[in-house]
Each structure stands twice: as C-alpha cells, then as structure tokens.
C-alpha cells in the first residue's frame, strides 16, 4: 500500500512539474489573457456602477416628492385646525404620519446608494491603475522579450558562423601565402637571370682584354722584368 502512494505521489509530482512546465512556456499569452480578462470585469463593474448611480439619482428625486408631499400635507392639516376641523385635521396628520415614514425610508434607500456608489468609484478607480500598470508592464515585459529573442539570434549565428568566419581567415591566409610564394619564385628567378648575364658579360670583356684582369704569376713576373729595363 505505501508502494501505490509513492506511485500515486510521483505521479501528481510529475503531473504538477508538466502543469508548471505548461504554465512557464505560455507566461506571456497567460498574462495578456488575465488582463483582457480584467479588462472585461473592469467594464462590467463600470456599467454596474452606472446602475447604481442612476438608482440613487432616482431615490434622490422620489424623496425630494414625499419631503414636497409632506411639506403641502403639514399645510393643510394646519389649515384644517385654523377652521377648527379636527377631524380633517387628524386625517392629514395620519397622512403626514405615513409620509415622515417614507421620508425615512427613502433617505435610508438614498444613503444607501450613495455609499455603494461611493465605495464602487473607489474601488473602479483602484482596479483602473492596476490594469494600467498591468498594461504598462506586459509592454515591458513583450519589449523584453524581443530583445532577448533578438539578443540570442545574434548570439546563435555568430557562434554558428565564427567557424566559417575562421576558416574563411585561414582559406585567406593561404591564398596569400601561395601568391606571395609565386612572387618569390619570380623574383628569385629575375635575380638568376641577372646574374647569368652579368657573369657572360665579363666573360667577354675578358676576352676582349677589357675591364679588370685577373692576376696571375706570369703576368706578376713580366711586370717585374719590364720595371728591371726601365
């Protein structure tokens, strides 16, 4: 039996662990959903509040009615005393009587409504800066997000293509190297054929007997006997 729960246990845990999964992954469109939601209660509550504004206008008149019906019945009932008709006069009293009744009555409804609507301004007004905040937020937290976006895809393709951009550096490197290895070789060869015609050149001046001579023993010997003449 303590087996079962374990099973029972890591299944709720891992069922829990998938919801908040669900949850993360759709925080944002979750979020705009709970504002379109309050939104929609916010306009509810506005249209309530207008009911009740209207009902309080309409306890405010009914009472103003009775307080001007109670003020004409006190009229008459004096009126009937000064031409001594109690009787009369007792009838418009209990009248009076029934008319102080609703004026209470009427007062109570009105004070009622306008404490409601009162308490309800208040209460719309709070809800209003909350979901302007909330508003304010979810533009924070969109922009946010489209930078982070904005931010990985840039970082994603630089480090998916630094190696191309290295071995783009490195197919460079060696087309250079192999062209300037192309101009050494023709540099060297130019340096060769200088060289060559330098060394044919003397070769026949040498034959010529112009230009600088190579010195030898009998050249030394002959220059030697022709000084001894002199």
């Known amino acids: 039996m303590s087996i079962f729960k374990k099973i029972m246990t890591a299944i709720r845990g891992g069922a829990r662990e998938v919801g908040e999964g669900i949850v993360d992954a759709n925080s944002m469109r979750i979020f705009e959903q709970e504002i379109r939601d309050a939104q929609t209660h916010l306009t509810n509550a506005k249209r309530n509040l207008t009911d009740v504004m209207a009902k309080q206008m309409q306890s405010g008149r009914e009472l103003e009615r009775v307080k001007a019906n109670l003020t004409e019945h006190e009229g008459y009932a004096v009126q009937a005393l000064n031409a001594g008709n109690e009787t009369l006069a007792l009838e418009v009293a209990e009248k009076i009587a029934q008319l102080e009744q609703e004026v209470t009555e009427q007062q109570q409804n009105l004070d009622s ?72 070789r023709m540099l060297a060869a130019d340096e060769l054929q200088a060289e060559g015609s330098d060394q044919s050149l003397k070769a026949k001046l040498a034959e010529a007997g112009i230009g600088q001579q190579q010195s030898n023993a009998n050249s030394v010997l002959e220059r030697l006997k022709a000084k001894q003449n002199s």
């Open 113 to 184: 409504f306008t404490s409601s609507a009162a308490k309800l301004k208040d209460l719309v007004k709070k809800s209003e800066r909350q979901l302007s905040e909330h508003q304010r937020q979810l533009t924070m937290v969109k922009t946010t997000d489209s930078v982070q976006k904005a931010t990985s895809a840039i970082t994603d393709n630089f480090s998916a293509s630094n190696s191309k951009l290295l071995s783009a550096k490195d197919s460079l490197e060696r087309i250079k190297q192999k062209q300037q290895d192309f101009d050494d």
